[in-house]
């Protein structure tokens, strides 16, 4: 079988991906997109795309037992980051579109965002509790530059005293250190920044545009400084390619202020393994088999297990071997010692022609 070439700046290295929603593949009818290829040449299109998308709701609640928050807040669909582990490619097949190519160059931004969660803050039935930005796609991607729309949720969240949590790879959070710093002197908000490996081409293979590792650091430190509590997510762990860097990722984190961690095994969901997979082949031929059977080892023989309460506890000697090596640095560097407790008692329910409630 012959490998794609190898695709400079995107992640997956093509759209083929096993399909689950039934949808029917296209078939020639003889129009025009059958002579596509023949005139513009092999290969996808990689110009990035952006489609507004107006939903009746933007809060997402979930029940999940796996996860640490009940709702959260996802302003775009789609990462242009496009890295080849993302666990939310599989999202991108509700449009019928590609968890491949597609989910990072045909983007879907949601500009009603602000209204949207100003209306669902005003109902005297909402009970305020933190929201979590970032659990599916970063929210300080790059075409945050041109809609803002992180920014005007975090300015919601600072005008109504809603706390509120970010995770992302992008030192373009700091663009928001106005509304950071305002929000911790309140105890509303954390940081996480999810930092890979150290090594910038590597990154540059894994998380084509996500920032490089050495600004992510940079902007932990900053915040840190800034009295923005921060978070350093080492995620997800790779075996046998971003395993190595675990101990010095946390060390350069601590090394800036940083003192609450924690790491996540590669999770492959069923659209996302052949494409990690196929990038295994393009990028580290030689390590394939290898990582491919300590990644199955403990997920109980297969390439993911995608059940609750089990999904994020891998299992099996590399799983203990990982979480040995995790807790021994992280207490060797005074890391996770204290928990963070944002600030649920200070909300001011909005009303909806802007003002806030006397109330």
């Not at 582990?85 to 879907?108: K, M, Q, V, W």
């Not at 790059?142 to 949720?153: G, H, K, L």
């Not at 400084?225 to 995620?235: F, N, T």
């Amino acid at each position: 079988m012959s490998l794609p070439q190898p695709i400079h700046g995107r992640g997956a290295q093509s759209g083929a991906v096993p399909q689950r929603f039934g949808l029917a593949a296209r078939e020639a009818d003889g129009d025009w997109l059958d002579q596509a290829e023949g005139i513009d040449g092999p290969g996808p299109k990689l110009r990035t795309t952006v489609t507004e998308e107006h939903p009746r709701t933007i809060i997402t609640f979930n029940k999940s037992p796996d996860v640490p928050f009940d709702r959260s807040i996802n302003a775009y669909r789609g990462c242009e980051h496009g890295c080849i582990y993302c666990f939310a490619r599989p999202t991108h097949a509700y449009h019928d579109l590609s968890p491949g190519i597609d989910f990072e160059t045909r983007l879907f931004a949601k500009p009603d965002a602000p209204r949207l969660l100003r209306e669902a803050l005003a109902r005297p039935s909402y009970t305020c509790a933190p929201i979590a930005m970032g659990t599916n796609t970063d929210p300080y991607q790059p075409i945050e530059q041109r809609y803002r729309i992180t920014r005007s949720v975090l300015e919601i969240c600072l005008e109504t005293r809603h706390p509120v949590t970010i995770t992302t790879k992008s030192a373009r959070v700091m663009r928001d250190i106005d509304l950071l710093r305002e929000l911790a002197r309140l105890r509303l908000t954390a940081v996480g920044i999810s930092v890979t490996s150290l090594d910038p081409r590597l990154s540059g293979l894994l998380e084509p545009r996500a920032s490089a590792p050495a600004k992510r650091l940079d902007a932990l430190g900053r915040l840190t400084e800034a009295g923005v509590p921060c978070h350093i997510s080492i995620a997800p762990v790779i075996p046998s390619i971003t395993d190595e860097f675990m101990e010095r990722i946390l060390g350069e984190a601590a090394a800036r202020g940083v003192m609450s961690a924690s790491w996540i095994m590669l999770r492959l969901p069923y659209e996302v393994a052949p494409l990690f997979r196929e990038w295994l082949a393009v990028h580290y031929p030689e390590r394939a088999a290898k990582v491919m059977a300590i990644v199955r080892s403990v997920r109980g023989g297969r390439d993911n297990d995608a059940k609750w309460f089990t999904r994020m506890k891998p299992k099996g000697v590399w799983a203990d071997l990982f979480r040995t090596r995790f807790r021994l640095a992280t207490r060797r560097l005074g890391m996770n010692r204290v928990e963070l407790d944002l600030d649920r008692t200070a909300f001011r329910r909005p009303a909806l022609d802007g003002q806030l409630s006397l109330l």
